[in-house]
């Protein structure tokens, strides 16, 4: 990270900046089907999630299909990745207040904000205050894609113990976060001959790039 007294500053001093990658695997993961032929899943639980479970079922479809289905259909379906413009780039500004950390984002998520504030920092979730006055490109857009700019900003500050704002510019928007995750849901249905729907099973895949 580059802490700068300007942002012009900061953007020239990372136009300086040279990154060479090593031990890089042969094959990287790139889509869906190789992270689910490799078995490259993120654990339950890594990533803030709505809900505290990564699987549910309801009744006994698997028994339902083969008692009372007269047919049964598989496939799937899905979106590939797209690029997610905001004209309202991420920003961040963390100050610390009172032995607190006070982060300033536009998020659409404030707890997925804080649980990654707190990952990176190790403060508690009771030391962390997050504000959220208003949400350009609330779309989908800063969901979750805004938790990389209010974490550094807030590692910045307890860093430096000074108020740190970050604000990404276009392109750099762009090209580190500024997308949509690929989707899959693979699933199999079984229905009567009268069209009634009788079950359904699935799993969802979503490419976490």
Do not use: W
Request: charged fraction near 15%; proline fraction near 3%; charge should be neutral.
């Amino acid at each position: 990270m580059i802490l700068a007294t300007t942002q012009t500053i900061a953007e020239n001093a990372v136009s300086l900046v040279s990154v060479t990658y090593s031990d890089v695997e042969p094959s990287p993961i790139l889509n869906i089907d190789a992270a689910r032929d490799s078995e490259s899943y993120l654990p339950h639980g890594i990533l803030p999630s709505l809900h505290d479970y990564d699987s549910f079922t309801v009744g006994d479809p698997e028994t339902s299909m083969k008692q009372e289905a007269d047919f049964t259909y598989e496939g799937n379906i899905g979106c590939g990745h797209q690029y997610h413009l905001h004209m309202e780039t991420q920003a961040a500004r963390a100050s610390l207040v009172n032995g607190c950390l006070v982060v300033s984002c536009g998020t659409q998520y404030p707890q997925a904000s804080l649980s990654a504030i707190s990952a990176i920092t190790g403060y508690h979730h009771s030391k962390i205050e997050v504000r959220c006055e208003r949400t350009g490109g609330g779309y989908g857009g800063k969901i979750t894609r805004h938790q990389f700019t209010a974490a550094a900003a807030a590692a910045a500050t307890v860093c430096m113990k000074k108020t740190v704002r970050i604000q990404l510019d276009l392109n750099a928007n762009m090209s580190a976060i500024g997308s949509r995750r690929p989707h899959e849901l693979r699933y199999k249905v079984g229905v009567k001959k009268d069209g009634t729907l009788v079950a359904l099973t699935g799993s969802y895949y979503s490419l976490q790039s």
